[in-house]
């Protein structure tokens, strides 16, 4: 079983940034899809945005210029750099994987086996 980990969360003020990290402690993450997924009290889980194995990336419409997902340097990292956040992207994200080697392309709604245990954001008003 994949271990993801993710970290980066935290309160801010709407229009500030955040950078959220998924690391596989104990793995390299090149033949996986990678996957950012959120849930805000209340709400179910949504797809934010996800990178195949050859960086094709997918976001979420309301996520579209502000959000970017990339690989790391790192072979065992994924990011995902948050701008000009809104008090509407409030909630907890988590990252997910799926071993994948050869797609070029990804889906927020493949069945993804590997989930970490998530980390806050919060965006005040």
């Known amino acids: 079983q994949l271990q993801l980990v993710e970290s980066g969360g935290g309160l801010v003020q709407a229009g500030e940034t955040l950078r959220l990290s998924c690391v596989a402690p104990?793995?390299?993450?090149?033949?996986?899809?990678i996957a950012w997924f959120r849930q805000a009290p209340g709400k179910e889980r949504e797809g934010v945005s996800c990178?195949?194995?050859?960086?094709?990336?997918n976001y979420a419409e309301s996520v579209k210029g502000r959000f970017r997902i990339s690989r790391g340097n790192a072979r065992n990292t994924v990011y995902l750099q948050m701008n000009a956040l809104k008090p509407e992207d409030t909630a907890v994200y988590y990252c997910?994987?799926?071993?994948?080697?050869?797609?070029?392309?990804?889906?927020?709604?493949?069945?993804?086996?590997?989930w970490g245990q998530g980390t806050q954001v919060t965006v005040s008003s």
């Open positions: 997910a994987a799926n071993w994948n080697p050869r797609s070029p392309i990804c889906s927020m709604q493949a069945q993804y086996t590997s």
């Open positions: 990178i195949s194995v050859s960086r094709g990336t």
């Open positions: 104990a793995s390299t993450l090149d033949s996986y899809v």
